[in-house]
């Protein structure tokens, strides 16, 4: 079982090294799926490869429980996480990934989907597409109606506070308390649209079909993660040549 980083001391940091941990485990996990899709016609051990699914689901539902420990404790810090590259940052979607994305990494791994498989496919994402809209001007009404502060200013002053303080205090300030609640209410809505769409998507796909549907998604997220690392590692060399 994970480890909890749920305690009042060093709550970035402990959630930084779950991070590192999840991100090392989900190679393992990708390669686990690639040589399972690799010998599938070999073996077709049809309960290994549900076992296989069943391992990547729960390793994404620690994620999302970590993720939501979090978000209780720091919000506006979710919504801009220190700990992602610019890159990852500008790829994320109230606090997340798209649930769209979902459904077009899927569509492009998968290419023998049945008749019945596309139309259901089709369905979830017009239904997720009318989400994200209801969800995204949702986010802007909230805005509007507090005159919000941006995100990225309030997250980096949650995150000064965790790391001096070990934990969040209250702030008289009644404006930012609605914002800081109206923004969980959000968060926790985005979520269960992005558990739901991955819950159709599996439960749609054949196990083969979902082994293919992961290593996708998993090969995808290591990809901007690495890209996003090389670019800020590079960016410290642009600018003393630019500086010459």
């Keep these: 079982m994970a480890p909890s980083f749920s305690g009042t001391s060093n709550n970035v940091g402990s959630f930084v090294v779950f991070l590192e941990r999840w991100s090392a485990r989900q190679q393992n996990l990708l390669e686990e799926l690639l040589r399972t899709e690799e010998t599938y016609h070999e073996c077709r051990d049809q309960d290994g490869i549900r076992e296989l699914i069943d391992k990547v689901i729960a390793h994404y539902q620690e994620y999302l429980s970590e993720n939501s420990r979090m978000a209780n404790r720091c919000t506006f810090l979710m919504f801009w996480p220190t700990w992602f590259s610019p890159l990852e940052k500008a790829l994320l979607w109230i606090a997340g990934f798209k649930p769209g994305l979902v459904i ?141």
């Design 104 to 244: 077009h990494l899927m569509t492009s791994s998968v290419s023998d989907l049945s008749e019945n498989e596309r139309q259901r496919i089709e369905h979830l994402k017009h239904e997720t597409k009318m989400e994200e809209k209801l969800l995204v001007d949702e986010l802007a009404s909230i805005h509007e109606s507090v005159a919000a502060p941006p995100l990225a200013g309030l997250a980096r002053e949650e995150g000064r506070r965790l790391l001096m303080n070990g934990e969040i205090r209250e702030t008289p300030d009644s404006e930012l308390e609605n914002l800081r609640s109206a923004m969980q209410s959000l968060l926790i809505r985005a979520d269960l649209l992005r558990a739901r769409t991955v819950q159709v998507v599996v439960e749609t796909l054949s196990p083969l079909q979902n082994v293919r549907f992961f290593a996708a998604m998993i090969q995808f997220q290591l990809r901007i993660r690495m890209l996003g690392r090389q670019r800020e590692a590079e960016q410290p060399r642009r600018e003393e040549v630019n500086g010459w």
